[in-house]
């Protein structure tokens, strides 16, 4: 009987970790993730554009001159990356396995699940600690008048939304006004 609730504690506790660890999929999460804009808001190729005969006659009109700092956004993405595994959360999640290993059985059987029990908690605090040392970042992905694309990463969520006029100032996106 000890035997098939210890089975079942670890097994529950490996269900328990690989839904936080987002291995198990669920219903939470932003719906928008990934999404793809649809095909009539990108501008169409140039082949695909009607030529004029090129103009004979003068224009009064200056030219307009093309602002290299300005453009629009094209899309805010947030970027997650995993965080990195110092071995404190191996030992922490090991010895508090191994005592709640320890809690089941007697003899052979008392030592096996110390020794699953240790195992065990090793690999959910390293998971633990890894997700714990998760950060995020946003990619701003701006279009600029000259047609070029560049991507800047923003530590906090931008106020940033895809249409938006912007310019670039010394790496900073601020708006165009």
């Known amino acids: 009987m000890l035997l098939i609730a210890a089975a079942a504690v670890i097994l529950l506790s ?55 700092v300005c453009g629009v956004v094209e ?20 010895v508090a396995g191994a005592v709640v290993g320890r809690q089941f059985g007697e003899g052979r059987t008392r030592d096996a699940a110390t020794v699953l029990g240790a195992v065990g908690g090793a690999v959910a605090g390293d998971m633990i600690e890894k997700r714990v040392k998760t950060s995020k970042s946003y990619e701003i992905t701006i279009r600029f008048e ?18 938006d006029r912007v310019r670039v100032v010394d790496g900073q996106v601020r708006p165009n006004a």
């Open 146 to 163: 000259d047609g070029s694309t560049r991507v800047l990463t923003e530590a906090n969520p931008p106020a940033w939304r895809p249409g």
């Open 14 to 68: 490996g269900a328990g970790i690989a839904a936080m660890m987002g291995w198990i999929p669920t219903t939470s999460g932003d719906p928008g993730q990934g999404a793809v804009p649809p095909a009539s808001q990108k501008p169409a190729p140039a082949a695909a554009l009607p030529r004029a005969a090129p103009a004979q006659v003068a224009s009064r009109v200056p030219a307009r001159t093309v602002c290299s």
């Open 75 to 94: 899309s805010v993405r947030e970027v997650e990356r995993p965080g990195e595994s110092s071995g404190a959360g191996v030992v922490a999640g090991g």
